[in-house]
């Protein structure tokens, strides 16, 4: 009996639903349709069914021990629990994520770095009218002309130009 | 000084900005060979002041305090009038042919001056136009992917849920399974019960009407004929009886 009210733990599904980025968002959908059949089915079901009245059975039924001999196998009776063979997938399931899920915070990070790294190049640029072209191609590499590759004006290519 | 030998020549057109070669070069290689690595001052927008297109500001006010507003143009015109006498300058046919090319020229860069040189800066503008929208485009993108990147690491943070209802419907079927199987079992023995009792029912039933059937069959086959007749005269006189009574009644 005890381990039969494992406990629901309460699922927002309103926090839920935000944090679930659009490309999944099928797949949630899915998820949540069946999870409220399941909760449907459960409510629909009555916890304790109902008492059989012994009573009445052993005053209209004339064999003698058979109400008793029922009352006394059926009360002594006790139904197997359905044995969960999920959760402990499901606990897999959830370290393989997690372990992902840090892997890829962790890449989200260095990348959030570079970026800043960038933003604050940038920021921290001489205005254009003050540089000159080596200045120019100091921040931007991009720009610099290949002198070796081109050695005529104008190191470049005449249809980048 | 060297840089005002350039702006001699392209006197009347504006400076087109540090992005112009001669002025750059200069004050760059004097950095390089210092080896200093301070960031360079900016570059002055404009020239030096100069009058008449040609004499250097700082000469009027070198001369000022000594000579006051007059002296370079006193001094102008004695040197030029030393260099015409002693024939220093000797007048000739390119004298005419120079006075006539300065005209020309002095004439072509005024009225034209300012538009080339409006010209040109608008070139420039567009660069730096073109650059400045490059970066700032960059910049509104890398503010973008930062966001987003930040955004998406919160969204990771949600996936216990997603556990979490899965392990809710593990639970929940487990659950319904059991009372699904609760309510199976009292079923059953519920209709072992009833088949019972109505098993006994029946049996009483059919009992009864076999007992009913069986009575009638053998009162039937016990009225002997000369039975019959008795009971048929008997009914006729208790007839005969009754409707005297009757009409006795109604007459009455």
Not at chain 2, 93 to 110: D, N, R, S, W
Not at chain 2, 211 to 237: F, G, L
């Amino acid at each position: 009996m005890a381990g039969r009210r494992a406990a629901l733990k309460a699922v927002d599904w309103v926090a839920f639903a935000e944090r679930v980025p659009p490309n999944q968002r099928s797949m949630f959908n899915n998820l949540k349709t069946r999870t409220d059949a399941i909760s449907a089915k459960l409510a629909s079901l009555p916890e304790k069914p109902p008492a059989i009245d012994w009573n009445h059975y052993k005053t209209v039924v004339a064999k003698a021990g058979m109400v008793d001999e029922f009352e006394k196998k059926f009360s002594a009776l006790k139904v197997p629990e359905p044995v969960d063979t999920q959760t402990s997938l499901i606990d897999t399931q959830e370290a393989e994520a997690n372990k992902s899920a840090t892997s890829y915070i962790e890449e989200s990070k260095t990348r959030v770095a570079q970026y800043e790294k960038e933003l604050e190049k940038l920021k921290n640029m001489i205005p254009f009218d003050q540089m000159t072209i080596e200045d120019l191609n100091d921040a931007f590499p991009e720009t610099k002309l290949d002198k070796e590759k081109h050695p005529y004006w104008p190191h470049k290519p005449i249809a980048e130009l | 000084m060297l840089s005002r030998l350039v702006f001699v020549t392209a006197s009347g057109l504006k400076s087109s900005g540090p992005l112009g070669a001669g002025l750059v070069h200069a004050s760059r290689s004097l950095h390089t060979s210092s080896q200093s690595l301070a960031p360079v001052p900016p570059l002055p927008e404009k020239g030096g002041k100069v009058r008449h297109g040609i004499f250097p500001e700082e000469l009027f006010q070198l001369l000022y305090p000594k000579t006051g507003v007059t002296g370079p143009y006193m001094l102008g015109t004695g040197l030029l009038v030393y260099l015409l006498s002693k024939e220093i300058y000797v007048i000739n046919h390119e004298t005419f042919t120079a006075a006539a090319i300065g005209a020309v020229l002095i004439y072509g860069v005024k009225k034209f001056g300012p538009s080339v040189a409006a010209f040109a800066d608008k070139l420039n503008e567009e660069k730096v136009a073109k650059a400045q929208e490059v970066k700032d485009v960059a910049m509104t993108n890398l503010t973008q992917a930062i966001e987003n990147e930040k955004k998406e690491q919160w969204r990771v943070e949600g996936r216990g849920m997603l556990f979490d209802a899965k392990r809710n419907n593990v639970a929940m079927l487990l659950e319904t399974n059991y009372r699904e199987r609760l309510q199976m079992v009292t079923n059953e023995v519920k209709k072992r019960l009833d088949y019972q009792v109505a098993l006994q029912n029946l049996h009483r039933q059919m009992e009864k009407e076999h007992m009913v059937n069986w009575v009638e069959k053998s009162v039937v086959s016990s009225i002997t004929p000369q039975q019959e007749k008795e009971s048929i005269a008997k009914c006729i006189a208790d007839l005969k009886a009754l409707a005297k009574t009757t009409q006795a009644k109604a007459a009455v």
